[in-house]
């Protein structure tokens, strides 16, 4: 079984940055993908960017390219994501998510945390 768990959310005005972290446990964590997707209100998940854990490569949505990255501790099972020049546009539920590829289908990952809540203020 995988644990995931989230931290780093919050209320910031527009222009502002965050940074998320996500831990993953579990005997033995083998995961090659850890991501992260949001939600937002009456809106499916959608992923934001994703990480290939052994090799650091990412993936990150257009939507976000150029604000958001993506990075791993590997030590630590831990991925972080900041977000920087945030708009109203980005507040969602952010979820930190695990998985043995990188899929744009929430429905294909099979651990989650449980979310947390960005919220940016124009």
């Known amino acids: 079984q995988v644990q995931v768990e989230e931290t780093g959310g919050g209320l910031v005005q527009a222009g502002g940055s965050l940074r998320l972290s996500c831990a993953a446990s579990?005997?033995?964590?083998?995961?090659?993908?850890m991501g992260w997707f949001r939600q937002a209100p009456g809106k499916e998940h959608i992923l934001v960017a994703a990480?290939?854990?052994?090799?650091?490569?990412?993936d990150i949505a257009d939507s976000v390219k150029g604000r958001f990255t993506i990075s791993r501790d590997n030590a630590k099972n831990t991925v972080y994501l900041q977000m920087n020049n945030l708009t109203p546009e980005d507040t969602a539920v952010y979820y930190c998510?695990?998985?043995?590829?990188?899929?744009?289908?929430?429905?294909?990952?099979?651990?989650w945390g449980q979310g947390t809540q960005v919220t940016v203020s124009s």
């Open positions: 579990g005997r033995p964590f083998t995961s090659p993908v």
């Open positions: 998510t695990v998985g043995r590829a990188i899929f744009s289908n929430y429905h294909s990952y099979n651990y």
């Open positions: 990480i290939r854990r052994s090799e650091g490569t990412t």
